[in-house]
């Protein structure tokens, strides 16, 4: 009876479960590395960003003076319309990393506490790496934009519109995969919640059959 007990007890070898573990933890490590590169990056961006942004923005005011000098009513009114699209358009490309940025981070927050409570995160953290390089590639060609709409307020050429509609259809891609990757994260956790809760759900079960069988 007992040696059937212990059967049923270790289900899994103690072999495969120490493998099983090693595994886990070099798949822990490897997430971790690649976690803290993708953090240099993202400072890295952060940075650049915030200092093109602010260029652009002082040569959007350095736009804007030099059009008190124009003498033109016309020129002014359609060159001052031109700033304030661009304009938009660059507060269009900042809400919308804002409001992603804010949903990833609840993702990572949502990550960690279900870590600590043993739930195998390791899916749900490759997803947030990967969607944190898409973010920092979308940042990037925003910043880009940046750079060719704060030029000059003059029509932007033919080569220059080209470039910016390229840009700008590859940052809205980018910034959809980010947003299908992070609720692909959000997925795969409520995936290994549920598997951790059934496991526990099975544990339970067997515990209570294995103290039966002992009683009887």
Not at 1 to 27: Q, S
Not at 66 to 79: A, G, M, S, T, V
Not at 128 to 139: F, G
Request: charged share 40%.
């Amino acid at each position: 009876m007992r040696n059937e007990i212990k059967e049923r007890e270790g289900k899994i070898p103690k072999e495969i479960k120490v493998e099983m573990e090693l595994k886990k933890e070099e798949a822990k490590k490897e997430i971790q590395n690649a976690r803290e590169k993708t953090q240099v990056v993202k400072e890295k961006i952060k940075t650049e960003m915030e200092i093109q942004r602010e260029g652009a923005k002082q040569k959007m005011e350095d736009l804007k003076m030099k059009l008190k000098e124009e003498k033109d009513e016309n020129k002014i009114k359609i060159e001052e319309n031109r700033i304030m699209g661009r304009e938009k358009a660059l507060e269009r490309f900042d809400n919308t990393i804002s409001r992603i940025s804010i949903l990833k981070d609840k993702v990572n927050s949502n990550i960690e506490k279900f870590e600590i409570k043993g739930v195998d995160v390791t899916n749900a953290e490759n997803l947030m790496i990967l969607a944190e390089t898409t973010l920092n590639e979308a940042k990037t060609k925003i910043t880009e934009a940046n750079n060719l709409l704060s030029l000059s307020v003059d029509k932007l050429s033919i080569e220059n519109k080209t470039v910016l509609k390229t840009l700008t259809k590859e940052i809205q891609n980018l910034l959809k995969d980010t947003h299908k990757i992070l609720n692909d994260a959000v997925k795969s956790l409520k995936d290994s919640i549920k598997a951790k809760i059934e496991v526990e759900k099975q544990t339970n079960q067997d515990t209570s059959k294995t103290i039966e069988e002992i009683n009887q």
